[in-house]
Each structure stands twice: as structure tokens, then as C-alpha cells.
């Protein structure tokens, strides 16, 4: 249906306040003035996002059975998606009522996105970038719009685009994608976006069998949703570079970077298809030179300076000033989310340096990365959800910088099937003192490792693996994470690092005791 001139006085009755859409979508309504009631079927103590609501006092909630009321007083209903789809009882009564039904578009078309809207996207780092630059906002006293549905990330689905439409002063959306072509451009448009952030790319979270140029092809669909706008990308990575001449770019373009030594040479398929040699910094980025004019260039914004915990640089603007900055938060990785996000909080949101630098140094990172969770018998327990190669060469590398000896317990079953899982195998025998798999097919790669008399001195086996194999995106059991956690405790060293998903979701069980 058409939405146009609808009376403030209009009430709008939503179903499924407990869920995703139907949470934000009444909260949009309440923030723009409208009279609302909502339903779920839920008790109100099983309300998974009731902690959402506290401040909308107003909103009246019926849970469970819905009155009559509920029908014969609204003016528009709001029914979730599968509702309508399976024509349900309730669908018929609405329809019996002659009740307008809204959609999710219908909602987005109502109202426009708070701007500036920044979107942030990358295979690594968008988390910490999105977040970092969050609480840069608030210490300016700028409120950036929040779907606080407490436990979501809220980098895919409908999330981003309704929460671009709820109550603030700037969005700062970390825009995710499922890999196939079209699913960021659908994702990112009804955002509307003003900004783009793009981090890295790399191949860490394909499937088997995929293609990473494909892949890389859809980061740039957020490209072609900025042309003619603004654009901040991370410089060291030839992906990136060679994205932008394929798409032929035309926006403003606001380049970073860091100013360090390399620590490996690696190598990238670029868009010519050829392998481009890679000086890195961090995995897949660094300097680089290409036949097909793919080149390193310094960057308009550049990290220099770098202090040997990586967690304090110089950095130089492109007239030259220079600026320094202090993390609390360590490593190469952090210093090139930082830029990113220093970046668009002076250019974009103009907040002065001085501010931005308070900003910076008070951030304490993000839950989940490099997260110290407790101490047992003297070792440092920290989780990380690193879960590809990339991260795991990231975090295990920074943590060498500050522990003398180190375990890592892999609970991570990989995207990439068996061929990531040994990826992430070998990526962890460079840096980590021992090794203990504490998923099925971490277990299954390193009894495989053992055999071929590979990283004998670092693999440590679980007493037992407990059965149970990947569900979803979450690597492995309760039961395996423990059985893994358990071998680590036993063996001498200064950091125990649980490493994927699994290690995050369960981190409250592994400092029970």
C-alpha cells in the first residue's frame, strides 16, 4: 500500500514486540510521535527484547492473549512477515477488520534514515571500528541511533535499515553480508548511506569453493551505493585498491594507513587475476605491486610511530598536522580500526581531535575480542572470537607481544570447511607455545597433524573429545569447549587464549569455578 499523510492521531497496533522488526518498528513509531500498541504471545518475563522498551512507558503491551480492543481501536496493523505468508488466524481477523496492514517497506518509506549515515563494512574489524567510533559520538555528545536488542550484533537483515530510522543524531551501521551478489547492495540501500567505511578484504569467511574476487565484488556494492559521495577505505589492502579501479570510482576518497615493518610476505589474488605479492602489516595488507598497476601509495591518513606495544602512534593528516593517540586496547589491527574511525569523526562528524583522543584512549574494546575473563591458578584467561586464519595470525601475534608463553584453545569449526580449519591450525602452530582443539574438526585436523609429525611439540590433545559437530556458525559444544579449556589449564603457561565463537558464547562457564 501507499503510505501518505497519516494522521498523528492515527494508532498503530504492532505484533511481535518480542521480536526483531516488531521491537524496532514500534519504537520508530513512538520516536516520531505516533500512538502505539503492541502484542507478543510471549509471557513478558520470556520477552527476549523487553529490556528495549523501558523507555517508551507509553507504548501499551498485551502479552500473550490480544483483547478485542486491540482490533476495533487501530488504525494500521503491523504483522510479522510469516503471519502474512501463512495467512494465519490472526492474519484473517485483521483482514476481517479491514485493518491496513504495514510492512517493513511500508515503514521504511514513512520515514527518512537519520543522516549523516555512515556504513561500515570489511571482512575484519567492523565490530571494534563501528563500535570505537560509537563511543568517539557519545563523548561529543552526539547520540548515534541503537537498536539495543541486547545479544545482536545487528549487521544483517532488516536491523540496520530500521534502526537507521530510530531516534539520534548520526547512524553508524556496521553493514554485514552473507558473500552472495546482491545481499550488501540490498542490505545497505535502504539505509542510505552517506559515508562508507570499507576495513579489509579478505577470503577469511568464504565457504569451499567459493571465489574471493566474487566475494570482494559484493563489498563493493556498497561502493556503487556512495558514487559521487564519500568514501574511506584502508589503503594497504590491493583488494581494495583494485575493487575501485574495476568500479571505476569517482566519489571522494579518504585513504589510511600504518607506517610499520612488515612481518611476512604473503600474496592476494588480484582482479587481474594474478597472485599480488603482499609485504603484510596484518594478514592481507600491507605494501603491494602489481603488473596490472595495482601499487602502493602512501595514504592520505597515515599511523607512524608506532610504539612497540602497538597501542600508541602519530598520526599525520594530509596538510601535515600530526596528532598523537593512545588505545588502551593493543595491536596493529586496533591502530588501523582507530585511523578508520578517527577519520570519520573528524572529516564526517567534526569533532576536534582533542575530544577524539580522550575518546580513544577511554574506549576498552569490544566484548569478545581479546576479552580477559578471569584468572585461574595464575594464568590469564581471555576470550576471542577470532575464527579464521586472518584473526587467529592477528590476535595470537599482538598476544606474543605481551605473554612469554601462551596456549590457544580452538573451538572454531571454520566457514571454509576442513581446508580452513588446517589453515587455522597452521596459523596457530606460528604463534602460540601449545595448541588444544576443542572442536570436532579442530580435533579431527590435528589427530591428522600428529600423524604427518606436524607441530608434535605444540598440539595438545583433550583427554576426550565429546561428540557433537558444527550448528551453524558456532563451532563446537559446551562439552568440547570444557573438555579443551580443562587440557589448557594443565599446562604451564602465562595466557590461556579460547579462541571462535563457541569460546565466547560459553566464556561465563570457563571461570565458573
Do not use: W
Not at 504471545?41 to 523507555?55: A, G, Q, Y
Not at 568500479?247 to 612481518?263: A, K, R
Not at 557433537?468 to 579443551?484: C, M, P, Y
Amino acid at each position: 500500500m501507499e503510505i501518505t499523510d497519516i494522521d498523528k492521531d492515527s494508532l498503530f497496533s504492532v505484533v511481535g514486540v518480542c521480536g526483531i522488526n516488531g521491537n524496532i518498528i514500534a519504537r520508530i513509531l513512538m520516536d516520531h510521535g505516533y500512538k502505539v500498541q503492541a502484542n507478543d504471545m510471549v509471557n513478558e518475563e520470556d520477552c527476549r527484547f523487553k529490556s528495549s522498551l523501558k523507555d517508551y512507558p507509553d507504548m501499551k503491551i498485551y502479552y500473550g492473549k490480544i483483547p478485542e480492543s486491540f482490533f476495533t481501536e487501530s488504525d494500521y496493523m503491523i504483522l510479522p512477515t510469516a503471519l502474512i505468508e501463512s495467512k494465519s488466524m490472526l492474519y484473517q481477523k485483521v483482514k476481517k477488520y479491514n485493518i491496513p496492514i504495514l510492512t517493513v517497506q511500508d515503514i521504511r518509506d514513512m520515514f527518512e534514515p537519520v543522516h549523516p549515515v555512515i556504513c561500515i563494512t570489511g571482512t575484519n574489524g567492523k565490530t571494534t571500528t563501528t563500535t570505537l567510533l560509537k563511543h568517539i559520538a557519545y563523548s561529543a555528545n552526539l547520540k548515534p541511533c541503537e537498536h539495543n536488542l541486547e545479544g545482536l550484533q545487528g549487521n544483517t537483515a532488516d536491523i540496520p535499515s530500521l534502526q537507521a530510522r530510530l531516534k539520534g543524531d548520526v547512524n553508524i551501521l556496521e553493514t554485514g553480508t552473507f558473500g552472495y551478489k546482491g545481499s550488501l547492495y540490498n542490505l545497505a540501500k535502504e539505509c542510505k548511506p552517506d559515508v562508507g567505511v570499507i576495513t579489509n578484504i579478505t577470503p577469511d569467511h568464504l565457504s569451499e569453493n567459493s571465489n574471493f574476487i566474487d566475494y570482494a565484488r559484493v563489498k563493493g556494492e556498497l561502493v556503487e551505493l556512495l558514487d559521487q559521495k564519500t568514501l574511506i577505505i584502508n589503503n594497504d589492502d590491493p583488494t581494495i585498491q583494485g575493487l575501485l579501479k574495476e568500479l571505476n570510482y569517482h566519489g571522494n576518497i579518504i585513504s589510511f594507513g600504518v607506517d610499520t615493518e612488515p612481518v611476512r610476505t604473503s600474496t592476494k589474488k588480484c582482479f587481474c587475476g594474478k597472485e599480488i605479492k603482499v609485504e603484510e602489516f596484518i594478514a592481507g595488507v600491507g605494501t603491494y605491486k602489481c603488473d596490472c598497476g595495482i601499487e602502493y601509495k602512501k595514504p592520505d591518513y597515515i599511523a607512524t610511530n608506532i610504539n612497540d606495544q602497538h597501542n600508541k602512534f602519530t598520526l599525520i593528516t594530509p596538510n601535515n598536522e600530526e596528532h598523537v593517540f593512545k588505545l588502551s586496547i593493543n595491536g596493529i589491527h586496533n591502530i588501523y580500526n582507530a585511523v578508520g574511525s578517527i577519520i570519520v569523526a573528524h572529516e564526517i562528524l567534526n569533532i576536534s581531535y582533542n575530544v577524539i583522543a580522550e575518546a580513544v584512549y577511554s574506549f576498552k574494546g569490544v566484548k569478545g575480542r581479546m576479552e580477559k575473563i578471569g584468572t585461574i591458578d595464575g594464568k590469564q584467561i581471555m576470550v576471542d572470537y577470532a575464527h579464521n586464519p586472518a584473526g587467529i595470525t592477528t590476535v595470537l601475534k599482538e598476544l606474543k607481544n605481551s605473554y612469554s608463553t601462551l596456549v590457544n584453545v580452538i573451538t572454531t569449526s571454520s566457514e571454509s570447511g576442513m581446508a580452513g580449519d588446517k589453515e587455522i591450525l597452521k596459523c596457530a602452530a606460528e604463534y602460540a607455545d601449545y595448541i588444544v582443539p576443542a572442536s570436532h574438526n579442530s580435533y579431527i585436523c590435528a589427530k591428522k597433524a600428529l600423524q604427518k609429525g606436524l607441530y608434535t611439540d605444540k598440539i595438545v590433545l583433550p583427554d576426550t573429545m565429546p561428540k557433537g559437530d558444527k550448528e551453524g556458525t558456532l563451532g563446537a559444544t559446551i562439552e568440547q569447549v570444557l573438555a579443551g579449556f580443562n587440557k589448557a589449564l594443565e599446562i604451564d603457561v602465562n595466557l590461556v587464549v579460547c579462541t571462535g565463537e563457541a569460546a565466547f558464547k560459553y566464556k561465563n562457564e570457563l571461570i565458573r569455578e
